[in-house]
């Protein structure tokens, strides 16, 4: 039988490399194709790595907790008999291997020596305790937004958790864990004096290592503007929640009705569903399009697919369920690229208003700020509305103002007008 290599896989466009986290099968053990033989951290997600051959798996080269490049030999599968002997000497040496340790910072003034640890931190009563959240300065508690979000919905105190983000950093996780009671109880206690580097430097993650990469080569070279226009949601809100009080139906989110209503509006505007192809614009039949999800670390936008050919039920289930398992890094390969259009909503955030960076090679991205109840004058005087902002960036190459404006009208009208988005 023949030997077949396992080399990384390029699971999404901006992929350059891949960790393993953990190695499913061992040495020696016998693998059939379409196995699962490891999980692996890439840019976007943790995904499984499937066996495209069969036999044992006879070498593995790169061991858990070690990254590799694209298209690297990480093991190999082959038969007993068959000798792999030349195949493993040919792997480049040091592939899974660590980059070297940066040298602590130090202060400009002191000399360079070997940077002392933080003295461990000693328990004393205090009027005004520094909790393990809150770090070195008096009342700042370093936590992620979505961290200090759910902490002041479930009533945690975040002066009383040990983060365990970069650097300290209280993550979604430190929270629920503190909520759940199944987080170690920490004392009362102010941090030692701390000699030695006055900053230090922190490796960037997986995502946000394709963020830096990637967020140069949009802002920079693509020309963005923007367009900005209010709706009036009174109608949608409420056929939301006549939606949600019905039995056994899926619920509807303000975000899965602006999906809805993207997904029609691209099938009329479909110069907006569309990105620059070197000399040629593409356009495209189908709306494939990206949500994106904040996690702790960075944002990932995954695709939900044929937007325009599902109904508003079935886009509120796949979309609640891709969020889902893109926040515990469950998503597929094929989930993590191909959208033609990005929808990024920070409405949860009470953010009114923001514009967002397009993530090449679509043509678009939408930002969405949240639903305000806010004073408003109409034919019958001052009254109180819900109001929400909707900003679209655009590739200049790829379209003008007056095409991303009649877009962006038509989404206004379909929200506005919301029983079109049932149809």
Request: include cysteine; hydrophobic fraction near 45%; proline fraction near 8%.
């Amino acid at each position: 039988m023949a030997v077949t290599k396992v080399v990384m896989p390029k699971l999404s466009d901006a992929m350059e490399g891949g960790k393993i986290i953990k190695w499913l099968k061992k040495e020696g053990d016998r693998i059939n194709g379409g196995d699962i033989l490891a999980e692996v951290e890439t840019d976007k997600a943790d995904v499984e790595m499937e066996a495209f051959g069969a036999g044992v798996l006879r070498k593995i080269l790169v061991p858990a907790g070690e990254s590799a490049p694209i298209g690297a030999l990480i093991g190999v599968i082959a038969e007993p008999g068959d000798d792999i002997a030349a195949l493993v000497a040919s792997a480049p040496a040091g592939v899974g291997a660590a980059p070297p340790p940066r040298p602590a910072a130090v202060t400009p003034s002191a000399p360079v020596a070997p940077v002392a640890r933080p003295a461990a931190v000693v328990s004393a009563p205090a009027a005004f305790p520094a909790g393990p959240g809150q770090g070195a300065q008096a009342g700042r508690v370093k936590a992620s937004p979505l961290a200090k979000k759910i902490a002041a919905q479930s009533g945690v105190d975040l002066r009383l958790i040990q983060g365990s983000g970069p650097g300290g950093r209280i993550i979604r996780r430190d929270v629920e864990a503190a909520g759940s009671g199944t987080a170690a109880a920490m004392p009362v206690a102010v941090p030692a004096a701390v000699s030695g580097a006055e900053f230090e430097d922190v490796p960037l993650t997986q995502i946000r290592a394709a963020i830096a990469r990637r967020m140069p080569l949009s802002k920079a070279p693509v020309p963005h503007f923007y367009v900005t226009s209010e709706v009036a949601m009174d109608p949608a809100w409420e056929l939301r929640e006549q939606l949600n009080a019905l039995e056994g139906q899926p619920k509807i989110s303000v975000n899965d009705l602006v999906i809805r209503a993207c997904a029609l509006a691209l099938l009329k505007h479909p110069g907006v569903n569309a990105s620059l192809q070197g000399d040629a614009i593409r356009v495209y039949h189908r709306a494939h399009i990206g949500i994106a999800v904040a996690l702790d670390d960075g944002l990932i936008t995954p695709v939900l697919r044929d937007c325009h050919a599902k109904p508003l039920a079935q886009i509120a289930v796949e979309a609640r369920d891709l969020v889902e398992r893109a926040r515990h890094r469950k998503l597929r390969a094929q989930e993590l690229s191909g959208a033609t259009f990005s929808i990024s909503n920070l409405g949860m955030f009470d953010v009114a208003e923001f514009s967002a960076i397009i993530n090449p090679p679509e043509g678009a991205i939408l930002a969405v700020g949240s639903v305000r109840r806010v004073p408003v004058v109409d034919d019958t005087g001052l009254g109180v509305g819900r109001r929400m902002l909707l900003t679209i960036s655009c590739d200049h190459r790829v379209m003008d103002g007056a095409m991303g404006a009649r877009f962006l009208q038509d989404v206004k009208r379909l929200l506005e007008e919301p029983l079109r988005l049932l149809v």
